[in-house]
């Protein structure tokens, strides 16, 4: 699903509570002008987020329970972020 909505110009993107994973993620660091992202309640861990420290427009973030230190140095890298919530 997601590489075929890659072209949008999307702001926000809400992936609760689905299947999305690690492998995944890489299609999410295609959309370089995501502000918002939520990915909660998923298999993301801390190689996923690896993948979106390139979304550097990203102000809200949204993660699951499986986000480790490792996972948090990923985080801090994303300048703008400014609201963070952990699930």
């Known amino acids: 699903g997601l590489k075929y909505i890659q072209d949008l110009p999307l702001t926000?993107?809400?992936m609760t509570q689905t299947n999305l994973s690690?492998?995944?993620m890489e299609y999410i660091s295609?959309?370089?002008?995501l502000v918002?992202?939520?990915?909660?309640s998923t298999g993301v861990t801390d190689t996923g987020?690896?993948?979106?420290e390139t979304l550097q427009r990203l102000e809200?973030?949204?993660?699951?329970?499986d986000i480790t230190d490792k996972g948090v140095e990923s985080i801090v890298?994303?300048?703008?972020?400014h609201s963070l919530k952990f699930e």
């Open 12 to 14: 926000g993107l809400d």
């Open 30 to 33: 295609k959309f370089p002008g």
């Open 22 to 24: 690690d492998q995944t």
């Open 60 to 65: 809200y973030l949204s993660v699951g329970p």
């Open 36 to 40: 918002e992202l939520d990915i909660d």
């Open 77 to 81: 890298r994303l300048g703008k972020l």
């Open 49 to 52: 987020l690896a993948k979106i």
